[in-house]
């Protein structure tokens, strides 16, 4: 089954490391995180992936050229470099075949169960499913009644906050719904397919973080020093 990683944003909100090298390429416990994503995939029996690269792909292309992955295909497709996420998946189409594929970003990772996501899209048959995770909420609570505070919770899952993790299992029909390489795949094509009963959650509440921002990163640090994912 084919893997799709999107790896070609600009990484603008991490300019700390993506003047030099694209966000995929920014390392977590001493490897990119785009490895990190493929070993996990690989683990559940995954292997062969299609990279849509942008910008500073070229970086992308220079480390697998020196690095092979064990029982791995990487398949490098340049998507341009204004591309938009949904313009890029439609770049891929010719690639992908008639089968259903998964799709995930190359800058976060979870450990969700990947098989047990795939079974839970074919036995429901719908366009495409998508990874719901609740990540951690920033800061605590509390309530103040005349002074006194009168509530106290700590950092916890945000309450019924669920939101899409960017792990996806997808139906290649999907990609019909993208019109252009400015079509931002989490907008039109999947509101399209939610309006349509076409497009299903399949609750994850496990370990899950993206790295959109500096913090972002230290926090996967610390996750991977706990060896909290493997």
């Known amino acids: 089954m084919k893997v799709v990683i999107l790896a070609g944003g600009y990484g603008t909100r991490l300019s700390e490391y ?10 977590i416990s001493n490897k990119p995180i785009i490895i990190h994503i493929i070993n996990w995939y690989v683990k559940h029996g995954f292997n062969d992936f299609y990279i849509a690269l942008g910008y500073k792909g070229n970086v992308i292309r220079q480390y697998f050229k020196n690095k092979k992955i064990k029982n791995c295909k990487i ?47 074919k036995k429901n048959k719908k366009l495409a499913t998508l990874t719901a995770v609740r990540p951690p909420a920033r800061f605590g609570a509390i309530k103040i ?19 899409n993790g960017g792990f996806f299992v997808i139906n290649p029909k999907l990609l019909n719904y993208i019109k252009s390489s400015n079509t ?31 913090r972002d990163k230290e926090i996967l640090e610390k996750i991977f020093k706990k060896k909290r994912f493997i």
């Open 18 to 27: 993506t003047k030099t090298i694209p966000k995929p390429m920014v390392k």
């Open 184 to 214: 931002f795949f989490e907008r039109e094509p999947l509101i399209k397919a939610s309006n349509k009963k076409q497009l299903l959650a399949y609750k994850h509440e496990g370990i899950w973080q993206c790295m959109d921002t500096k």
């Open 145 to 163: 009644n005349n002074k006194f505070v009168t509530y106290f919770k700590e950092k916890s899952k945000i309450d019924e906050g669920w939101i």
């Open 75 to 121: 398949n490098l497709v340049d998507t341009g470099l204004n591309t938009m996420t949904g313009g890029r998946l439609k770049k891929l189409k010719k690639f992908l075949g008639k089968d259903d594929f998964f799709m995930t970003y190359g800058d976060g990772i979870a450990n969700v169960n990947l098989k047990k996501l795939l079974r839970f899209h």
